[in-house]
């Protein structure tokens, strides 16, 4: 286990502090893409923020605290979000990210029409291409994190991302190594 997180298990308030101001961030811009419902997402974030400290002296039995804390984030906004749309498909139960524009944010020297391009070929992506596509190039996260954040194998993993990497090449007409660059710098 890293430092921030056994300093945590430790109950320093300084190391909880950083941690969560961090993924804070990182898990509201994540559960937006989910729901534009903020209430919903923050309400999510705060009771599994709250959970780490509550529950710190167990997080020196978690290999990866930082992959674990974001699919029990994902797992739940989404029960959160089932709670509220009892109605609605099964389908819809799990919702789809949604990579708005607003999303890809691309360094200034890259062309609009280059944005336009990601996000069109980005969109092309089925909801779990775009979600692992999402927390691999855009969170950092690791194909071992990505699996754990997404419930599935670390294989599946890499065949997903391999899947959309190969589709969003064959969308924008660009070498690998320049897709992949532009995915890094896109925030």
Same mark, same amino acid.
């Given at each position: ?40 997402? +923050? ?47 099964? +389908? ?20 609009? +029409? ?29 194909? +071992? ?43």
């Amino acid at each position: 286990m890293n430092t921030p997180w056994k300093n945590i298990a430790e109950g320093q308030r300084d190391a909880y502090s950083k941690v969560y101001l961090l993924l804070y961030t990182r898990f509201y811009n994540y559960g937006l893409k989910f729901t534009p419902d903020e209430t919903v997402v +923050e309400d999510a974030i705060q009771e599994v923020l709250l959970s780490i400290w509550v529950d710190r002296r167990q997080l020196t039995g978690i290999a990866n605290p930082e992959a674990y804390f974001f699919s029990s984030f994902r797992n739940n906004l989404f029960r959160k979000l089932k709670a509220l749309s009892k109605q609605l498909p099964a +389908e819809m139960i799990e919702p789809e990210p949604e990579f708005a524009r607003d999303a890809i944010l691309i360094d200034q020297e890259i062309h609009h +029409e280059l944005r336009a391009r990601l996000q069109k070929a980005l969109d092309s992506l089925t909801a779990r291409q775009r979600e692992a596509i999402f927390l691999r190039f855009y969170e950092g996260l690791s194909y +071992e994190d990505v699996a754990e954040a997404l419930g599935i194998t670390t294989k599946a993993t890499y065949k997903i991302v391999a899947r959309a990497l190969l589709e969003l090449k064959g969308n924008m007409s660009l070498p690998l190594t320049v897709l992949l660059a532009l995915l890094r710098h896109a925030h």
